[in-house]
Nanobody, 123 residues
Framework: QVHLVESGGGLVQTGGSLRLSCVASGRTFSNHNMAWFRQAPGKEREFVTA????????LRADSVKGRFTISRDNAKNTVYLQMNNLRPEDTAVYHCAASQQFYSAYAAQYETWGQGTQVTVSS
């Protein structure tokens, strides 16, 4: 089991960039597929992007293709989300999630979640 802590959120103007980090505690981080989800006020949790445990494949929601990039450093037990060309509709709490078994866009298949970090994009 891993414990996840996100950081790097903040307030940015439209077109700006942020880099989120998710640090995992526990010795089995490298065995977990990782993902980022987001939840805006009054909306359901939404898949953003995922990366396989070895880091060789990624999934991305259509809304972030060409703008967001997920990566991981297993030596540092960290997964990153580089967000460029941010838009007001990207405003949400961003959560990282871990799954030993699944590599997917489905939140229910991730067994461990962080508390989230707020990203606010002003117009």
């Amino acid at each position: 089991q891993v414990h996840l802590v996100e950081s790097g959120g903040g307030l940015v103007q439209t077109g700006g960039s942020l880099r989120l980090s998710c640090v995992a505690s526990g010795r089995t981080f490298s065995n977990h597929n990782m993902a980022w989800f987001r939840q805006a006020p009054g909306k359901e949790r939404e898949f953003v992007t995922a990366i396989s445990w070895i880091g060789d494949t990624t999934l991305r929601a259509d809304s972030v293709k060409g703008r967001f990039t997920i990566s991981r450093d297993n030596a540092k037990n960290t997964v990153y989300l580089q967000m460029n060309n941010l838009r007001p509709e990207d405003t949400a709490v961003y959560h990282c999630a871990a799954s030993q078994q699944f590599y997917s866009a489905y939140a229910a298949q991730y067994e461990t979640w962080g508390q989230g970090t707020q990203v606010t994009v002003s117009s």
